[in-house]
């Protein structure tokens, strides 16, 4: 196998494409997955990883498309997802007067974790989960806006949101380890 292999895939943001987009890119990286890797597993996580992104896509950016970078070499594998829709700013994170906050903030929740993102720049977040308690008395109607985000988050060995000011893009890329 190559030191990398790349491929791009260009959604147009309708539901009607979600399943060819998810099995294009689930494909791609069950060909290109070096051999001594836990296909199952992996397959897993990219799925529920693209599934979350596509559907972000047709939330939030179905007008115009979304494109997918997937990369694979023996170590890693990543996939972006780039658009030109709205900036993400999760509860003013990037908005607030003072500037984007120095500590986490809490996003949503679930009975068994907290998702949290950190601005590292002002055009940059990092998403993270904290496990808790199991909440006997847990509402499933509380779970939140960012709910896929906790499922990308679990998914991924890192998580980042970045806007690119200049283009008005927004990009969100994933890292998974591979073993």
Do not use: W
């Not at 847990?138 to 283009?167: M, W």
Request: charged content about 20%; hydrophobic content about 40%; aromatic content about 10%.
């Amino acid at each position: 196998m190559p030191n990398k292999i790349a491929n791009r895939f260009i959604f147009p943001g309708s539901s009607e494409s979600l399943v060819t987009a998810l099995r294009q890119i689930l494909d791609f990286v069950a060909i290109n997955l070096p051999y001594h890797i836990n296909a199952a597993n992996t397959n897993f996580k990219v799925k529920a990883i693209v599934t979350e992104l596509l559907n972000n896509a047709i939330k939030h950016n179905a007008q115009t498309d979304t494109t997918f970078d997937v990369f694979v070499n023996k170590d890693h594998l990543i996939i972006e997802k780039t658009d030109n829709g709205p900036r993400f700013d999760p509860n003013g994170i990037f908005t607030s007067p003072n500037g984007p906050p120095k500590s986490p903030i809490k996003l949503t929740s679930d009975m068994l974790h907290h998702l949290f993102a950190t601005a590292n720049t002002d055009t940059v977040l990092k998403f993270h989960c904290e496990e808790i308690q199991i909440a006997q008395n847990f509402d499933i109607n509380a779970v939140g806006e960012h709910f896929g985000l906790l499922i990308i988050t679990k998914s991924a060995d890192e998580f980042l949101y970045h806007y690119h000011q200049p283009t008005g893009t927004n990009k969100f890329s994933v890292l998974i380890k591979l073993p």
